[in-house]
């Protein structure tokens, strides 16, 4: 359950702190494939299992960017914020792939709000995603995210 802000001002007090966790996912072999498609990036360490079973990772593993990709999806799981006309996705700062995700992997996102400042009459907040990788002690990603609220 998101954790909820009443105001896009709200955010401020909670610099410092763990947002929360979003829901597990599991990363199934139709999801790096569509990934493939959508990117072009069709390297056989994503989309030929016989070829990676015989790899480096001992099977497909997931596009840095399509883990990269699932903040979009665990974000609003983990936090909302509300009194606001709209919420942008501003850019992202430092991203780093520590781990691969292999095929059947579940993944989910942790979220700690890293800092804030009024921008305007919103305020622009840094939370830092790490997509965890259930059973392994390094996360798939880790991306700052820098999204903009601003009030309604």
């Given at each position: 359950m998101a954790r909820i802000f009443r105001t896009p001002e709200a955010l401020h007090e909670a610099v410092g702190q763990e947002l929360g966790k979003s829901d597990w996912l599991r990363i199934d072999q139709a999801r790096i494939d569509l990934f493939a498609e959508a990117s072009g990036d069709h390297q056989w360490i994503h989309v030929d299992p016989e070829r990676a079973a015989q790899g480096p990772f001992g099977a497909c593993i997931a596009h840095g960017y399509l883990s990269l990709s699932l903040v979009n999806l665990f974000l609003p799981q983990i936090i909302e914020v509300q009194g606001i006309a709209m919420g942008v996705n501003y850019?992202?700062?430092?991203?780093?792939?520590?781990?691969?995700?292999?095929?059947?992997?579940?993944?989910?996102?942790?979220?700690?709000?890293?800092?804030?400042?009024?921008?305007?009459?919103?305020?622009?907040?840094?939370?830092?995603?790490?997509?965890?990788?259930?059973g392994q002690?390094?996360?798939?990603?880790?991306?700052?995210?820098?999204?903009?609220?601003?009030?309604a």
């Open positions: 850019g992202c700062e430092r991203v780093r792939f520590p781990s691969v995700v292999r095929v059947g992997s579940r993944v989910r996102g942790s979220a700690l709000l890293v800092s804030t400042e009024a921008v305007g009459s919103g305020v622009q907040a840094v939370i830092r995603v790490s997509v965890e990788i259930e002690e390094r996360p798939g990603c880790v991306v700052d995210t820098i999204s903009r609220y601003y009030p």
